[in-house]
């Protein structure tokens, strides 16, 4: 776990320090900074995208398939809001399991339409 965060924030070209939120940034964020329940996997900018995509493929199989769905349509739509690289042929090497195509299609434009009317 500390190793992925090591490799992120080398990436960054920043501290592991600097790579964590603090509990008070955590707090300070609005609900729609985040992909996951309960305010968890912030994804408020690139890095943050990156470090999501990262911990999602290694708690893919302990995660709900309807929750861990949702959190990676929420997270590859900040990807690409934000510039970020996310192969989701990579990701389905990496997590064992295809994602289907309409199910992602589905998740987004479900997002997008929460987004629009401001509830996501």
């Not at 990436?11 to 329940?37: H, V």
């Not at 708690?59 to 970020?84: D, H, N, Q, T």
Request: charge should be positive.
């Amino acid at each position: 776990m500390v190793e992925s965060y090591l490799v992120i924030a080398e990436l960054e070209g920043m501290t592991i320090e600097e790579a964590k939120l603090s509990y008070a940034e955590r707090k300070d964020l609005p609900k729609s900074a985040f992909c996951g329940p309960d305010r968890s996997y912030p994804a408020h900018d690139a890095k943050h995208v990156r470090a999501g995509l990262q911990r999602l493929s290694q708690f893919w199989k302990k995660i709900a398939p309807a929750v861990r769905k949702k959190i990676l349509g929420c997270l590859l739509r900040r990807a690409k809001r934000f510039g970020v690289e996310a192969d989701v042929k990579k990701f389905e090497e990496t997590v064992g399991e295809a994602i289907p195509e309409a199910d992602l299609k589905k998740e987004a434009v479900t997002n997008w339409y929460l987004e629009q009317i401001g509830l996501s």
